[in-house]
């Protein structure tokens, strides 16, 4: 008798709570993890975004991100400090609020901080350059289910030239002819939200 009543308020509780739907006037914070596919190489992505339900449907957020990524420059091998953004976000949720399911768009403008990039030759000399921050956005698609998501993103930041510096190779210097650096990269994540309601009636 006790194990049905028990199952009674657990069937109960779990209903209760997905029938909450996202609602207007509501904050939520959003956690990914992902993986960065840059130019000639990768490493991984990761964000926090408080947002703002504006509607059922619409939210506008702030995503504050980091990508750290390795990847080939200059026919070398490069490792790049984490790469911060901070970026105003505006997402359009295709559900009507019957669905756990819930497609969704959307579109970013913001601030990208690029680290210092680390170069290293064959004969483990090695040396870096400063790379000054940039203007960019952010565009993406994805599927929540339930609190959880799935998300794809395109990051559109314009290249970097160097205009050449000296690298330390064998304990000589060499100098190093200027380049230009792409800084746009494709991510694909998986995370969570807390707050703002849940989908499904």
Known sequence: MKQKLLLVIL?????????????????????????????????????????????????????????????????????????????????YYFNNGSSTFAPFVGAGMGYYGLASLELDTDNNGSGSFDVSGKFGGMIRGGVEVGKFRLGLEYNIIPKTKSEGFSLSEGGSSIEVDSFEVKNSYFGISLGFYLGGGKWGK
């Open 11 to 91: 069937i109960t509780v779990v209903g209760v709570y997905s029938s909450q739907a996202q609602e207007k006037g509501k904050f939520r914070v959003g956690l990914d993890l992902g993986y960065a596919a840059a130019s000639g190489g990768g490493g991984i992505l990761f964000d926090i975004e408080p947002k703002y339900n504006i509607a059922d449907n619409m939210n506008v957020g702030l995503r504050i991100a980091g990508a750290a990524t390795v990847r080939e420059v200059n026919n070398q091998e490069a490792k790049v400090a984490t790469m911060s953004s901070y970026l105003g976000t505006y997402d």
